[in-house]
């Protein structure tokens, strides 16, 4: 399965835009690019995914490297409940993998008022 | 409305019990998973059900038997608990087996200590 790297934490200020981002340089053609996050002792939320095209939602963007070896999670303007893990998870579409959503570490997301 | 919703919430218990957390979903999916968190946060796939039929049985001791009797509901059995099975165990479902894009829904977790 291919992996996805993060930074193990990083911090924002209210109300300023946060760039949370993922390296995946072993992706495949068929891995969609999935962002999911979770708040303190609730399950985790699913943010926004994308296979080859940036992609907007209303609690994000996402914006996919041309060579998808990368990827960067957009929270446009941070809140204090955006505080959270984010998981940059890797889906193939085919083969035995897919299905499973493999979590790694995440970037835990800290956000001052 | 809970879309995902699991019971009990917390479940303390003694080492060698056997013990079952509930699982249902109202939102009429066709896949459930159990996922396990342990105490260093790593959250594992246990167990993934699509129709009714096990599809993912990852690598789990067969002490932990999950119950699909309808598409609604998956239900976890433990066998004679040990205290490496603390953590917390999170349902989930998606509307059908993931092919890549589909979203998957998580319930709060049932937080499970052997003592």
């Known amino acids: 399965d291919a992996k996805t790297t993060q930074p193990n934490s990083m911090e924002s200020n209210e109300e300023e835009p946060v760039h949370l981002p993922c390296n995946h340089s072993?992706?495949?053609?068929?891995?969609?690019i999935h962002w999911y996050r979770q708040l303190p002792s609730q399950g985790p939320e699913y943010v926004i995914h994308?296979?080859?095209s940036n992609v907007n939602n209303r609690m994000a963007s996402l914006a996919i490297a041309e060579d998808r070896k990368s990827s960067t999670l957009i929270l446009h303007r941070a809140t204090l409940r955006d505080a959270a893990v984010y998981y940059c998870i890797l889906i193939n579409a085919g083969g035995t993998s897919y299905g499973k959503l493999t979590f790694g570490q995440g970037t835990i997301l800290t956000v001052h008022p | 409305d809970t879309a995902v919703s699991q019971t009990p919430k917390y479940l303390v218990t003694q080492m060698g019990n056997d013990k079952s957390i509930k699982c249902e979903q109202n939102l009429g999916h066709d896949t459930m998973y159990w996922y396990k968190q342990d105490s260093k946060k790593f959250l594992k796939i246990m167990f993934s059900y699509n129709n009714k039929e096990l599809i993912i049985n990852e690598t789990v001791p067969n002490r932990f038997s999950p119950k699909s009797p309808d598409k609604a509901h998956l239900n976890l059995h433990i066998n004679s608990l040990e205290l490496g099975d603390s953590a917390v165990y999170f349902c989930?479902?998606?509307?059908?087996?993931?092919?890549?894009?589909?979203?998957?829904?998580f319930g709060p977790g049932t937080r499970l200590l052997v003592l």
């Open positions: 989930a479902s998606s509307q059908e087996f993931p092919r890549g894009r589909e979203t998957q829904y």
């Open positions: 994308g296979l080859t």
């Open positions: 072993t992706i495949s053609g068929t891995d969609y």
